[in-house]
């Protein structure tokens, strides 16, 4: 088993870190570049950063904010999703120092980006955010939405998955809206579900907060990475107590 990942996230508005509860009510979490020299430290395997009203209003990723993170950041890796439609955009970001992209609506708006991008950069800097909500008149139970959960598409979910690793997707990130933010755990029948579909890396994210969700997510979930927000900015876990508490139950991490 490949060691298991603790991921940052970093939800971006108006240049500021911020964190609701079901992608709504959000409050601040502090200035982006101060948590990405905090987490570099911390030793997190990676930080991901989601520009989260990007593709509402319709604009591409701030770019100074990828290069402020990416720089504070140093040797960590760095995805960066939200507004990006095209190769264009993704060039830009890999150009101020960015490692990997993540893609939401615009992959579902055109899935073909992700083979270009695939293509053009390989799978391993290409991830797909899979936002989703129960409903339970698709086959899986679970409905991507797009636009920062605003609107729902009809795809399942697992269907969604299934052709973005066709596509070349070289890993998956999963969020449950229904969990997300609540600090209940993560959502383990979706997080499963798309890792019992895909041979990919699968990331939980959405719900965590206790350090027993985290080994959920990897022993009941599936997951080959764990992402986390509140629990970290708020100071309530820190990467390296998680990790601790991951490897004390037999799972493999970089410590």
């Known amino acids: 088993m490949e060691p298991v990942k603790v991921i940052p996230c970093l939800d971006m508005k108006d240049g500021r870190v911020v964190k609701g509860v079901h992608f709504v009510g959000l409050r601040d979490a502090g200035d982006p570049v101060e948590n990405a020299r905090f987490y570099r430290e911390a030793g997190a395997d990676e930080v991901t950063m989601l520009d989260i009203t990007a593709t509402v209003e319709g604009r591409g990723t701030r770019l100074a904010w990828a290069r402020d993170v990416a720089a504070a950041l140093g040797d960590v890796p760095l995805t960066v999703g939200g507004g990006i439609s095209s190769l264009e955009d993704i060039a830009a970001l890999f150009d101020v120092g960015v490692s990997k992209v993540s893609m939401n609506s615009a992959a579902v708006r055109r899935p073909e980006l992700v083979r270009e991008a695939a293509t053009a950069y390989g799978s391993g800097r290409v991830v797909v955010a899979i936002d989703g909500r129960r409903n339970p008149e698709l086959p899986s139970g679970f409905e991507v939405v797009v636009s920062g959960g605003q609107k729902g598409t ?7 998955a299934r052709a973005c690793e066709d596509l070349g997707a070289g890993a998956l990130l999963p969020t449950s809206m229904d969990g ?36 959920e997510a990897v022993v009941d979930g599936g997951a080959a990475a764990v992402l986390a927000a509140s629990v970290f900015h708020f100071r309530t876990f820190s990467v390296r107590e998680v990790k601790e508490y991951l490897a004390r139950h037999g799972i493999p991490v970089r410590l």
């Open 180 to 215: 997300d933010g609540t600090l209940a755990g993560y959502d383990l029948p979706f997080t499963r579900a798309v890792a019992d579909a895909v041979a990919v890396p699968v990331i939980a994210s959405g719900g965590a907060g206790t350090l027993d969700h985290f080994r």
């Open 154 to 160: 009809g795809l399942d979910c697992v269907e969604w």
